[in-house]
């Protein structure tokens, strides 16, 4: 029988266990569901699609209306099915054999994992003790490995802590002299401040991912772009699959972009909340980093993470196991739910500690 490759084999692929539970805080979707009207647009859509007929492959009118999201025309805007897929595209086109993509640990498990799959080698820098990114350090790591794609992700999955403008903008200034384009993965962009798309620019080597996933309340529809320079959108149309959005992901992904005012009132709501399940955390017997994202990433100071993860899950309540993870031994990531799910989660950890300490 034949066998994968000896690489593939020996991987050990994507797992976030997908288990049937009352509250679900393990994977940041949002606990709301789009608007009923979207829902009405996509039964339409849905109506008038041509089955028959391939869909558009340019995606122009989808494109066009993500571009005048961030006042850009089409040309600037690549899209695909989630931003993994965008992620994947970019490191099929900019890394591949003989090239380097360079990442900050601990980050989104998907840019290591998307680059070793396109067999681009991957070269690992630290961050500091709050997870915090550090110049010299990023200098360092670009300088001595000459990384063709340049990671970060802001605000930073797992950790939730958000890269300073002034700090893009160095890195941005050291892709620029290397050769190399800075991907900046914004998948929680709208739940924090700042956004580098501010620093887009023709022949700027930067590109900026989105996702619908998070912010737009929309992770079973798997839709994602970037926004970025003409020239790199143009090498990643070389490179994906021909028609590889549907026409009735294009056509509802665009009716989607006219709800955006319920988007950023369901952003809102999840930062006061972000902002009440860090003020409990602050309570407990845990460590827990300050988050800009709509999860927070904590660890329990005098029992192990994993305990904790078993005793939640008893309670019906799914978080994100993070002790295998790179420098996060005992750490766990609870997404923000809605309110009765956050009481649900924050009254089960106040009582698993209190047992298990006592
Ligand atoms: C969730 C997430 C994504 C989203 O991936 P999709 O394929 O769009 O669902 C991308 N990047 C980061 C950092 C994420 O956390």
């Not at 122009?60 to 850009?72: F, M, N, P, S, V």
């Not at 989630?82 to 900019?94: D, I, K, P, W, Y």
């Not at 993870?325 to 500690?353: K, M, Q, Y």
Request: net charge negative; charged share 20%; aromatic share 8%.
């Amino acid at each position: 029988m034949i066998t994968p490759r000896s690489d593939v084999a020996l991987r050990p692929g994507y797992h976030s266990p997908q288990v049937d539970v009352r509250v679900r805080l393990n994977t940041n979707e949002s606990p709301f569901p789009p608007p009923d009207e979207w829902l009405d647009d996509v039964l339409r859509e849905a109506a008038m699609v041509h089955w028959n007929r391939y869909p558009d492959r340019s995606a122009i009118a989808l494109r066009t209306a993500i571009g005048a999201l961030h006042g850009l025309g089409p040309e600037w805007v690549f899209a695909a099915n989630g931003s993994n897929e965008v992620l994947q595209t970019v490191l099929l086109a900019f890394g591949g054999p003989g090239r380097t993509a360079a990442l900050w640990e601990p980050t989104y498990a998907l840019h290591s994992h998307l680059a070793e799959t396109t067999s681009t080698q991957v070269v690992v820098g630290e961050r500091g003790a709050d997870f915090a990114l550090d110049v010299d350090e990023i200098r360092r790591v670009i300088t001595e490995a000459g990384p063709s794609v340049v990671f970060l992700c802001s605000p930073n999955n797992p950790t939730g802590v958000a890269d300073s403008p002034a700090l893009v903008e160095e890195v941005l200034a050291m892709a620029r002299s290397g050769d190399a384009l800075l991907v900046v993965d914004e998948a929680y962009g709208q739940f924090s401040g700042w956004s580098a798309t501010s620093l887009l620019g023709e022949g700027e080597p930067l590109v900026v991912v989105r996702t619908y996933s998070k912010t737009w309340a929309m992770a079973g529809l798997r839709l994602g772009y970037l926004v970025g320079p003409p020239e790199v959108v143009n090498a990643l149309e070389k490179v994906v699959l021909p028609y590889h959005l549907d026409t009735l992901k294009q056509a509802i992904g665009l009716a989607a972009l006219s709800y955006e005012t319920e988007m950023r009132a369901r952003v809102e709501q999840l930062v006061a909340e972000r902002e009440r399940v860090q003020a409990a955390l602050a309570a407990m017997d845990v460590d827990y980093w300050r988050s800009g994202a709509n999860f927070v990433l904590f660890r329990p100071r005098r029992v192990a993470g994993q305990a904790v993860w078993n005793a939640l899950l008893s309670h019906s309540i799914l978080v994100r196991d993070c002790s295998s993870w790179p420098r996060l031994d005992g750490c766990l990531r609870v997404t923000i739910g809605a309110p009765a799910e956050n009481d649900a989660f924050i009254e089960a950890l106040a009582e698993t500690l209190e047992k298990m300490t006592s």
